[in-house]
Protein backbone atom coordinates (compact mmCIF):
# COMPACT_ATOMS: atom_id res chain seq x y z
CA UNK A 1 0.00 0.00 0.00
CA UNK A 2 1.67 3.30 -0.91
CA UNK A 3 1.50 6.06 1.17
CA UNK A 4 0.28 9.37 -0.26
CA UNK A 5 3.00 11.95 -0.03
CA UNK A 6 2.52 15.88 -0.18
CA UNK A 7 4.11 18.94 0.02
CA UNK A 8 3.46 19.20 3.99
CA UNK A 9 4.79 15.60 4.67
CA UNK A 10 8.03 17.08 2.77
CA UNK A 11 8.45 20.03 4.46
CA UNK A 12 7.49 18.15 7.95
CA UNK A 13 10.35 15.57 7.57
CA UNK A 14 12.59 18.80 6.55
CA UNK A 15 11.68 19.97 9.64
CA UNK A 16 14.18 17.81 11.67
CA UNK A 17 17.10 19.42 9.34
CA UNK A 18 18.64 21.74 11.32
CA UNK A 19 20.98 25.06 10.13
CA UNK A 20 24.59 23.69 11.62
CA UNK A 21 25.32 27.44 12.54
CA UNK A 22 22.16 29.06 13.37
CA UNK A 23 20.67 25.81 15.32
CA UNK A 24 17.10 26.25 13.71
CA UNK A 25 15.45 24.08 11.13
CA UNK A 26 15.30 24.77 7.21
CA UNK A 27 11.69 25.46 7.07
CA UNK A 28 11.64 27.63 9.72
CA UNK A 29 14.34 29.74 8.27
CA UNK A 30 12.84 29.41 5.03
CA UNK A 31 15.64 27.85 3.12
CA UNK A 32 13.24 25.50 1.43
CA UNK A 33 11.50 26.55 -1.83
CA UNK A 34 9.69 24.57 -5.13
CA UNK A 35 9.03 21.30 -3.68
CA UNK A 36 7.85 18.27 -6.34
CA UNK A 37 6.75 15.25 -5.63
CA UNK A 38 6.31 12.82 -9.10
CA UNK A 39 5.58 9.16 -8.39
CA UNK A 40 8.92 8.52 -5.77
CA UNK A 41 11.04 11.04 -7.23
CA UNK A 42 10.90 13.51 -4.44
CA UNK A 43 12.74 17.28 -5.36
CA UNK A 44 13.34 20.60 -3.74
CA UNK A 45 15.62 23.28 -3.84
CA UNK A 46 17.66 24.41 -0.53
CA UNK A 47 18.16 27.93 -0.65
CA UNK A 48 21.54 28.66 1.15
CA UNK A 49 22.55 32.05 2.58
CA UNK A 50 25.51 32.20 0.36
CA UNK A 51 26.88 30.30 -2.34
CA UNK A 52 30.27 29.94 0.09
CA UNK A 53 28.82 27.66 2.53
CA UNK A 54 31.33 25.19 3.44
CA UNK A 55 28.26 22.85 4.72
CA UNK A 56 26.70 22.75 1.49
CA UNK A 57 27.32 19.11 1.20
CA UNK A 58 26.40 18.32 4.82
CA UNK A 59 22.97 19.93 4.83
CA UNK A 60 22.54 18.18 1.14
CA UNK A 61 22.98 14.70 3.07
CA UNK A 62 21.03 15.24 5.97
CA UNK A 63 18.22 16.52 4.15
CA UNK A 64 18.28 13.30 2.19
CA UNK A 65 18.46 11.42 4.56
CA UNK A 66 15.32 13.14 7.22
CA UNK A 67 13.19 11.97 3.71
CA UNK A 68 14.22 8.53 3.75
CA UNK A 69 13.91 7.85 7.80
CA UNK A 70 10.33 10.20 8.18
CA UNK A 71 8.84 9.64 4.91
CA UNK A 72 10.63 6.26 3.32
CA UNK A 73 14.03 4.91 1.77
CA UNK A 74 11.85 4.04 -1.27
CA UNK A 75 12.07 7.39 -2.49
CA UNK A 76 14.68 9.12 -4.74
CA UNK A 77 15.41 12.52 -3.46
CA UNK A 78 16.82 15.11 -5.70
CA UNK A 79 18.29 18.23 -3.71
CA UNK A 80 19.45 21.05 -5.52
CA UNK A 81 21.40 23.55 -3.41
CA UNK A 82 20.41 27.36 -4.56
CA UNK A 83 21.66 30.57 -2.38
CA UNK A 84 20.52 33.95 -1.54
CA UNK A 85 23.05 35.62 0.60
CA UNK A 86 21.62 37.42 3.36
CA UNK A 87 21.44 41.02 4.14
CA UNK A 88 20.21 43.41 7.16
CA UNK A 89 20.34 45.95 4.99
CA UNK A 90 17.00 48.32 4.47
CA UNK A 91 15.84 48.93 0.99
CA UNK A 92 15.42 52.44 2.22
CA UNK A 93 18.93 53.10 1.92
CA UNK A 94 20.15 55.09 -0.52
CA UNK A 95 23.79 54.98 -0.71
CA UNK A 96 24.76 51.55 -2.07
CA UNK A 97 21.58 50.40 -2.59
CA UNK A 98 22.38 47.50 -4.36
CA UNK A 99 24.92 46.19 -1.84
CA UNK A 100 24.23 43.29 0.96
CA UNK A 101 26.74 43.04 3.04
CA UNK A 102 29.50 45.62 3.49
CA UNK A 103 32.85 44.40 4.67
CA UNK A 104 35.88 46.52 6.51
CA UNK A 105 39.28 44.79 6.19
CA UNK A 106 40.93 46.70 8.69
CA UNK A 107 45.29 45.94 10.65
CA UNK A 108 46.02 48.35 13.58
CA UNK A 109 49.50 48.41 11.55
CA UNK A 110 50.98 48.20 8.41
CA UNK A 111 53.26 45.45 6.45
CA UNK A 112 50.70 42.38 7.78
CA UNK A 113 49.42 42.15 4.01
CA UNK A 114 46.11 43.37 5.18
CA UNK A 115 45.24 44.45 1.22
CA UNK A 116 47.16 40.74 0.04
CA UNK A 117 44.43 39.23 2.41
CA UNK A 118 41.56 41.98 0.91
CA UNK A 119 42.37 41.24 -2.17
CA UNK A 120 42.55 37.22 -2.41
CA UNK A 121 39.44 37.05 -0.27
CA UNK A 122 37.65 38.99 -2.53
CA UNK A 123 38.64 36.97 -5.59
CA UNK A 124 37.94 33.41 -3.57
CA UNK A 125 34.51 34.81 -2.26
CA UNK A 126 33.76 35.72 -6.64
CA UNK A 127 34.83 32.35 -7.44
CA UNK A 128 32.04 30.33 -4.59
CA UNK A 129 30.05 32.41 -6.88
CA UNK A 130 28.96 35.15 -5.22
CA UNK A 131 28.86 38.57 -6.89
CA UNK A 132 31.89 41.16 -5.15
CA UNK A 133 33.56 44.61 -5.16
CA UNK A 134 36.63 45.80 -3.80
CA UNK A 135 37.47 49.14 -2.82
CA UNK A 136 41.05 50.17 -2.49
CA UNK A 137 40.61 52.53 0.45
CA UNK A 138 44.09 53.10 1.27
CA UNK A 139 44.67 56.53 -0.36
CA UNK A 140 48.23 56.93 0.81
CA UNK A 141 49.07 53.78 -0.35
CA UNK A 142 47.03 51.76 -3.00
CA UNK A 143 47.63 48.05 -4.11
CA UNK A 144 44.91 46.79 -6.26
CA UNK A 145 46.48 48.55 -9.42
CA UNK A 146 49.80 46.10 -9.10
CA UNK A 147 48.10 43.56 -7.29
CA UNK A 148 45.18 42.92 -10.22
CA UNK A 149 48.21 44.23 -13.19
CA UNK A 150 46.07 47.23 -13.85
CA UNK A 151 48.73 49.96 -13.79
CA UNK A 152 47.55 51.62 -16.33
CA UNK A 153 43.62 51.26 -15.69
CA UNK A 154 41.29 54.39 -16.48
CA UNK A 155 37.52 53.77 -15.32
CA UNK A 156 35.36 54.78 -17.83
CA UNK A 157 32.12 57.26 -16.58
CA UNK A 158 28.63 57.08 -17.31
CA UNK A 159 25.80 59.53 -17.76
CA UNK A 160 23.22 57.77 -14.75
CA UNK A 161 20.03 60.08 -14.34
CA UNK A 162 21.33 63.02 -14.94
CA UNK A 163 24.83 62.67 -13.03
CA UNK A 164 28.40 61.48 -14.42
CA UNK A 165 28.80 57.92 -12.63
CA UNK A 166 32.28 56.46 -12.35
CA UNK A 167 32.18 52.54 -13.84
CA UNK A 168 34.32 49.70 -11.52
CA UNK A 169 36.92 47.80 -13.71
CA UNK A 170 35.94 44.20 -13.56
CA UNK A 171 38.69 41.82 -13.60
CA UNK A 172 38.68 38.18 -12.38
CA UNK A 173 34.79 38.44 -11.58
CA UNK A 174 35.59 41.54 -9.66
CA UNK A 175 34.21 44.93 -9.61
CA UNK A 176 37.38 46.72 -8.58
CA UNK A 177 37.99 50.60 -7.61
CA UNK A 178 40.86 52.31 -6.36
CA UNK A 179 42.85 55.95 -5.98
CA UNK A 180 45.78 54.47 -8.21
CA UNK A 181 43.48 54.45 -11.06
CA UNK A 182 43.37 58.16 -10.95
CA UNK A 183 46.65 59.31 -10.33
CA UNK A 184 50.42 58.38 -11.50
CA UNK A 185 51.95 55.57 -10.07
CA UNK A 186 55.02 57.30 -8.98
CA UNK A 187 53.01 59.98 -7.60
CA UNK A 188 52.62 61.06 -3.57
CA UNK A 189 49.71 62.05 -2.80
CA UNK A 190 50.28 64.64 -0.11
CA UNK A 191 46.76 65.28 1.22
CA UNK A 192 45.63 66.45 4.69
CA UNK A 193 42.50 64.20 6.22
CA UNK A 194 40.19 66.27 4.99
CA UNK A 195 41.31 65.72 1.32
CA UNK A 196 41.45 61.72 1.74
CA UNK A 197 38.33 61.43 3.48
CA UNK A 198 37.17 63.53 0.22
CA UNK A 199 38.40 61.06 -2.01
CA UNK A 200 36.85 58.19 -0.51
CA UNK A 201 33.50 59.81 -0.24
CA UNK A 202 33.81 60.21 -3.96
CA UNK A 203 35.12 56.65 -4.60
CA UNK A 204 31.95 55.30 -2.68
CA UNK A 205 29.23 57.96 -3.55
CA UNK A 206 29.96 58.30 -7.28
CA UNK A 207 30.24 55.05 -8.25
CA UNK A 208 28.19 52.88 -10.25
CA UNK A 209 28.77 49.60 -7.88
CA UNK A 210 25.47 48.27 -8.99
CA UNK A 211 24.42 44.69 -7.13
CA UNK A 212 26.52 43.04 -5.09
CA UNK A 213 26.76 40.32 -2.05
CA UNK A 214 29.59 41.56 -0.62
CA UNK A 215 31.57 44.63 -0.88
CA UNK A 216 35.40 44.19 0.29
CA UNK A 217 36.85 47.90 1.83
CA UNK A 218 40.46 47.55 1.88
CA UNK A 219 40.81 50.50 4.79
CA UNK A 220 44.71 51.72 5.31
CA UNK A 221 46.51 50.70 8.99
CA UNK A 222 45.81 52.31 11.83
CA UNK A 223 42.63 54.04 13.31
CA UNK A 224 42.40 57.08 11.63
CA UNK A 225 40.69 59.64 9.54
CA UNK A 226 39.56 56.77 6.23
CA UNK A 227 37.96 54.91 9.20
CA UNK A 228 35.58 57.54 11.08
CA UNK A 229 34.08 58.45 7.49
CA UNK A 230 33.63 55.18 6.59
CA UNK A 231 31.58 54.28 9.48
CA UNK A 232 29.67 57.81 9.66
CA UNK A 233 29.42 56.65 5.93
CA UNK A 234 28.24 53.46 5.43
CA UNK A 235 26.36 50.47 7.85
CA UNK A 236 29.02 48.76 7.81
CA UNK A 237 28.41 44.90 8.41
CA UNK A 238 31.42 43.54 9.62
CA UNK A 239 35.28 43.95 10.34
CA UNK A 240 37.94 41.38 9.36
CA UNK A 241 41.39 42.12 11.85
CA UNK A 242 44.39 40.97 9.63
CA UNK A 243 47.57 40.70 11.67
CA UNK A 244 50.65 38.32 12.18
CA UNK A 245 51.33 35.87 15.07
CA UNK A 246 54.04 37.85 16.90
CA UNK A 247 53.23 39.88 19.47
CA UNK A 248 54.32 44.07 18.27
CA UNK A 249 51.93 43.29 15.75
CA UNK A 250 49.11 41.89 18.04
CA UNK A 251 49.05 44.92 20.22
CA UNK A 252 48.33 46.72 17.33
CA UNK A 253 46.02 44.35 15.86
CA UNK A 254 43.72 45.12 19.89
CA UNK A 255 43.55 48.93 18.83
CA UNK A 256 41.87 47.66 15.48
CA UNK A 257 39.58 45.33 17.88
CA UNK A 258 38.99 48.16 20.10
CA UNK A 259 38.55 51.32 17.73
CA UNK A 260 35.23 49.28 16.19
CA UNK A 261 33.88 48.06 19.10
CA UNK A 262 33.53 51.13 21.23
CA UNK A 263 29.94 51.72 22.07
CA UNK A 264 30.01 54.66 19.80
CA UNK A 265 31.09 52.70 16.74
CA UNK A 266 29.61 49.14 17.42
CA UNK A 267 30.72 47.58 14.06
CA UNK A 268 30.62 43.61 14.63
CA UNK A 269 33.96 42.05 14.33
CA UNK A 270 33.51 38.96 12.09
CA UNK A 271 36.64 37.39 12.61
CA UNK A 272 40.55 37.59 12.76
CA UNK A 273 42.69 36.46 10.05
CA UNK A 274 46.35 35.83 11.18
CA UNK A 275 48.62 36.13 8.12
CA UNK A 276 52.40 34.91 7.78
CA UNK A 277 51.57 31.90 10.36
CA UNK A 278 54.30 30.27 9.11
CA UNK A 279 56.81 29.64 6.62
CA UNK A 280 56.63 26.94 3.68
CA UNK A 281 58.66 26.91 1.16
CA UNK A 282 57.77 24.88 -2.19
CA UNK A 283 59.96 22.17 -1.90
CA UNK A 284 58.88 20.86 1.51
CA UNK A 285 55.65 21.57 1.14
CA UNK A 286 54.65 19.92 4.52
CA UNK A 287 57.31 21.71 6.78
CA UNK A 288 56.51 24.88 8.86
CA UNK A 289 58.83 27.38 10.11
CA UNK A 290 56.85 29.72 12.57
CA UNK A 291 59.61 32.62 11.86
CA UNK A 292 57.22 35.18 13.59
CA UNK A 293 55.58 33.39 16.60
CA UNK A 294 53.34 30.93 16.81
CA UNK A 295 49.48 30.98 17.09
CA UNK A 296 49.46 34.17 18.28
CA UNK A 297 46.68 35.34 16.11
CA UNK A 298 44.73 32.57 17.26
CA UNK A 299 45.14 33.33 21.00
CA UNK A 300 44.00 37.38 20.22
CA UNK A 301 41.00 35.51 18.79
CA UNK A 302 40.20 33.42 21.71
CA UNK A 303 40.75 36.08 24.15
CA UNK A 304 38.63 38.89 22.12
CA UNK A 305 36.08 35.88 21.83
CA UNK A 306 36.13 36.32 18.33
CA UNK A 307 36.46 33.78 14.77
CA UNK A 308 39.75 32.78 13.72
CA UNK A 309 39.07 32.83 9.91
CA UNK A 310 42.17 31.79 8.64
CA UNK A 311 45.71 31.34 8.80
CA UNK A 312 47.84 32.03 5.71
CA UNK A 313 51.26 30.86 5.57
CA UNK A 314 54.25 32.56 3.85
CA UNK A 315 54.75 31.29 0.55
CA UNK A 316 56.63 32.50 -2.35
CA UNK A 317 53.80 32.40 -4.48
CA UNK A 318 51.94 35.22 -2.80
CA UNK A 319 54.57 37.72 -3.49
CA UNK A 320 54.98 36.28 -6.69
CA UNK A 321 51.43 36.34 -8.09
CA UNK A 322 51.15 39.73 -6.12
CA UNK A 323 53.66 41.36 -7.97
CA UNK A 324 52.46 40.03 -11.37
CA UNK A 325 49.03 41.15 -10.95
CA UNK A 326 47.26 37.49 -10.47
CA UNK A 327 46.05 37.03 -7.04
CA UNK A 328 47.00 33.30 -5.45
CA UNK A 329 43.81 32.55 -4.49
CA UNK A 330 42.70 32.12 -8.28
CA UNK A 331 44.34 28.75 -8.11
CA UNK A 332 42.29 25.79 -6.75
CA UNK A 333 44.94 22.78 -6.11
CA UNK A 334 47.71 24.60 -4.17
CA UNK A 335 48.13 25.10 -0.61
CA UNK A 336 47.28 28.87 -0.28
CA UNK A 337 44.87 28.60 -2.84
CA UNK A 338 42.66 26.40 -0.38
CA UNK A 339 43.64 28.36 2.40
CA UNK A 340 42.07 31.56 0.64
CA UNK A 341 39.27 29.83 -0.11
CA UNK A 342 38.22 27.99 3.36
CA UNK A 343 39.51 32.21 4.27
CA UNK A 344 36.06 33.20 2.27
CA UNK A 345 33.88 30.38 3.17
CA UNK A 346 34.75 30.91 7.15
CA UNK A 347 33.75 34.69 6.52
CA UNK A 348 30.47 33.99 4.31
CA UNK A 349 29.75 32.01 7.20
CA UNK A 350 30.28 34.32 10.02
CA UNK A 351 28.53 37.26 7.95
CA UNK A 352 25.03 34.69 7.57
CA UNK A 353 25.40 34.35 11.42
CA UNK A 354 25.90 37.92 12.11
CA UNK A 355 22.92 39.23 10.00
CA UNK A 356 20.71 36.39 11.88
CA UNK A 357 21.70 36.92 15.13
CA UNK A 358 22.51 41.07 15.17
CA UNK A 359 20.88 44.05 14.15
CA UNK A 360 21.49 46.20 11.39
CA UNK A 361 24.71 48.32 12.10
CA UNK A 362 23.99 51.92 12.26
CA UNK A 363 25.54 54.48 10.18
CA UNK A 364 27.80 56.14 13.00
CA UNK A 365 27.25 59.74 14.39
CA UNK A 366 30.21 60.69 16.59
CA UNK A 367 29.14 63.88 18.91
CA UNK A 368 32.53 66.21 20.08
CA UNK A 369 32.04 67.86 23.40
Given at each position: M?TS???DTVL????N??D?D ?9 M????VI?GN?I?FDVV ?6 P?KN??KQDCV ?12 VNVK ?7 RR??T ?11 A?A??KG ?7 A????V ?5 GA ?10 GP?V?I??DLM???PL?KD ?5 R ?6 YG????S ?13 RG???TN???Q ?9 L???I ?7 G???L ?8 T??I ?10 A?A????NMFT???I??P????V ?7 P?E ?7 I ?5 G ?7 NV????Q????Q????SGD ?7 E?KTI ?5 L??A???ARQ ?6 T??P????E??YS
Amino acid sequence: MKTSVSKDTVLEALRNVLDPDLKKDLVSLNMIDNVVIEGNQIGFDVVLTTPACPLKNKIKQDCVDAVHRFIGSQYTVNVKMESRVSTRRKETEKLLKGVKNIIAVASGKGGVGKSTIAANLAVALAKTGASVGLLDADIYGPSVPIMFDLMNAQPLGKDIDGKTRILPIEKYGLKLLSIGFFVKPEQALIWRGVMATNALNQLINDTEWGDLDYFIIDLPPGTGDIHLTMVQTLPVTGAIIVSTPQEVALADARKAFNMFTQKEIKVPILGLVENMSWFTPDELPENKYFIFGKEGGKKLALESNVELLGQIPIVQSIRESGDSGSPVALEDKTIVGKAFLDLAQNLARQVAIRNATLDPTKIVEIKYS
